[in-house]
């Protein structure tokens, strides 16, 4: 039986069980978009312990739990959940300290693929409900025009929510090695004989075509071939000057557009190919937030595409996805060029052992964490969702992981681009990472940043203003025109959250996927202190701050915005 719970807002209700269907209760608590899954703590000063890890944050002493099921099956046994929570509440203290509490709110953000599971108008409505932060695009797979209805709906939704915001992610096809179509899916069995072949149009029984000509020249036989990063294998036995001879290792299904890797070699390719200038246009002409660039193996590709955006006046963000193997040895020249990287698992562990995989994934995110740039861990995260209504208990423990390595955004693909339970694995992902973010101390301040920011007096205030909000338990308010300034404060990680205020759509839809960044867009006034009036003023409203409640106000950034009033600082207002 799985057991997830979630940290919830009672407000002045505490856990009552009688009100509604356990079955209600669970849908109103699942519903997570960033700004509607308010996570208050109660009024008084009770100490809840939550989980079965004691932790110590006075900002956390006082949230109240109540419980979520991560699968319907689980709806039946809320009751029993909530007696457990309520017996565990009594083990904590009562010292909830002088200072109001923050609000919480899922930290980590959701990134879903974008296909013919959830590409209409109620299904983005839905995603974006249940949790969604950032759309994401694979030019792989559909057209312009597809994508075109995609980025349409999401912009639609922007512009009609009052208080949530869906970032755009173009993730370019790359030098991937595909094979081609095929009339059906073929079975293949191990010892059979099949044949992949540089020429077009070729989709049988036992033999079919791969889009990437250099292939006969980049295999040996002897060599392995992995379809989808291993979950079908072929030994190579002989090639031609067209066509490849293998023996079928790993059967299974073999289906259309499949990812091809040899085992240890990355293909011989650009990274970014005529099909990708051609997308990264059509993200130009649409002003998408990010790019995801496929197969990066050096920083000279990105300092290409980052000139080229800068020619023609685009903020798009490049996140480097690290997913091959020539990739790793400039990991951090590759990485110091991005805006962030995508741990790309599928690819990375196609190309090198699987078991390294895990190691790589931690290391990338020490590395962009200490480099203050965005990671997101990518790929099966929930891959049996694909099919399957419930989780792997395993998949459950890889997003806890991912979460607790400090991840921007984890990412779904499939389960979202062509599952059968898009929403359900969105809400799986969310009630996850929101348990596990309960259970991470907050308070310190991680020992290797702080070493990095010491350039710039934001990047100070940045660093200080966390262990003011971190030691006091207040949310942060920050106001950017360009959002670095809510981006550095996203990579000291404060234990609450951070609401970033901006005069502009594009920032606001950019900051969507920065760890623990509540992105809000709002008119500045001329007047600093009529702008910080405004915008408690909207926070209360919006009931993402209680009356009484302290935050740390801060005032600082690369651009100041009221610099004729003051330059930087921080302070801690009651709303
Ligand atoms: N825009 C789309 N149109 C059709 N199918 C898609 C689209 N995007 C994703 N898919 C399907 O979802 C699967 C998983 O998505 P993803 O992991 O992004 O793709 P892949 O691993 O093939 O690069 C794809 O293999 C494809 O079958
Ligand atoms: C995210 C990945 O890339 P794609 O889905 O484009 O294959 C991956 O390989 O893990």
């Known amino acids: 039986m799985s057991q997830v719970v979630a940290t919830r807002s009672i407000h002045s209700t505490p856990l009552s069980p009688g009100s509604g269907s356990a079955h209600d209760r669970a849908q109103k608590f699942l519903k997570p978009a960033t700004f509607s899954s308010t996570v208050f703590p109660p009024q008084g000063n009770k100490c809840s312990q939550i989980g079965f890890r004691s932790f110590s944050i006075s900002a956390r002493k006082s949230a109240p739990v109540e419980v979520v099921p991560v699968s319907l099956e689980d709806d039946s ?71 075109q209805k ?11 929510s009052k208080d949530n915001v869906i970032a755009i992610m173009l993730d370019t096809k790359g030098p991937e090695v595909r094979s081609g179509d095929l009339p059906q899916p073929v079975t293949l069995n191990s010892g059979q004989e099949f044949t992949f072949t540089i020429q077009r149009g070729v989709g049988t029984a036992d033999c079919v075509s791969v889009n990437y000509d250099d292939f006969v020249n980049d295999v040996e036989a002897g060599d392995m071939l992995l379809v989808d990063g291993g979950m079908m294998s072929f030994l190579v036995t002989s090639k031609t000057h067209d066509s490849v001879k293998c023996e079928v290792v790993d059967g299974g299904e073999l289906k259309s557009r499949r990812h091809l890797n040899v085992r240890g070699k990355s293909a011989t390719l650009p990274s970014i190919t005529e099909k990708d200038w051609d997308d990264i246009k059509f993200g130009v002409d649409n002003q998408v937030d990010f790019y995801a660039v496929s197969f990066v193996k050096d920083a000279e590709v990105v300092h290409e595409l980052k000139n080229y955006l800068k020619s023609c006046g685009a903020d798009i963000h490049v996140i480097v996805k690290i997913e091959s193997a020539d990739s790793i040895p400039n990991l951090h020249s590759i990485i110091t060029a991005s805006d962030g990287a995508m741990v790309a698992r599928g690819d990375l562990g196609a190309e090198l052992p699987i078991e390294e995989v895990p190691l790589l994934q931690e290391e990338i995110i020490n590395l962009c964490r200490s480099m203050g740039k965005a990671v997101i861990v990518a790929t099966n995260m929930l891959e049996s969702m694909i099919v399957h209504p419930t989780p792997t208990r395993a998949e459950v423990s890889d997003i806890a992981i991912a979460v607790r390595e400090g991840s921007d955004g ?48 934001s990047e100070m205030f940045a660093y200080h203003a966390t262990m003011m909000s971190n030691t006091l338990g207040t949310s942060t308010v920050v106001f950017t025109r360009t959002g670095s300034m809510a981006i550095l404060l ?17 920032v606001q839809q950019k900051l969507a996927l920065y760890q623990g960044v509540c992105p809000i ?25 209680k009356k009484g409640e302290e935050v740390a106000l801060v005032q600082s950034g690369r651009q100041p915005i009221w610099r004729f009033q003051s330059t930087h600082n921080i302070q801690i207002r009651k709303v």
């Not at 950032?134 to 312009?144: E, I, K, T």
């Not at 996203?490 to 502009?504: C, D, G, K, L, Q």
Request: hydrophobic residues 40%; contains cysteine; aromatic residues 8%.
């Open 521 to 545: 867009y709002m008119e500045f006034c001329n007047d600093a202190e009529a702008t910080f009036i405004r915008a408690l003023d909207l926070l209360q409203k919006q009931g993402m701050v």
């Open 77 to 147: 046994k809320i009751e029993e959940h909530l007696k457990h929570f309520r017996g565990m509440q009594q083990f904590g203290d009562s010292s909830a300290g002088m200072w109001s509490k923050p609000t919480f709110r899922r930290k980590t953000k959701i990134v879903c693929t974008i296909g013919p599971s959830t590409d209409t108008k109620e299904m983005i409505w839905q995603l974006a409900e249940a949790g969604m932060n950032v759309a994401r695009l694979n030019m792989s797979h559909g057209d312009h025009a597809s994508h």
């Open 490 to 506: 996203s990579h000291y990680r404060p234990s609450a959250t951070i609401f970033a205020f901006t005069n502009e759509k594009r």
């Open 410 to 457: 984890i990412m779904l693909s499939g389960e979202t681009a062509h599952g059968k339970f898009p929403l359900k694995a969105v809400k799986v992902m969310h009630t996850v990472a929101l348990r596990t973010e309960a259970t991470i101390p907050g308070g310190q301040m991680p020992p290797n940043i702080g070493q990095v920011f010491k350039n710039h007096m």
């Open 150 to 160: 995609v980025i349409d709906l999401v912009k639609e939704y922007n512009a009609q």
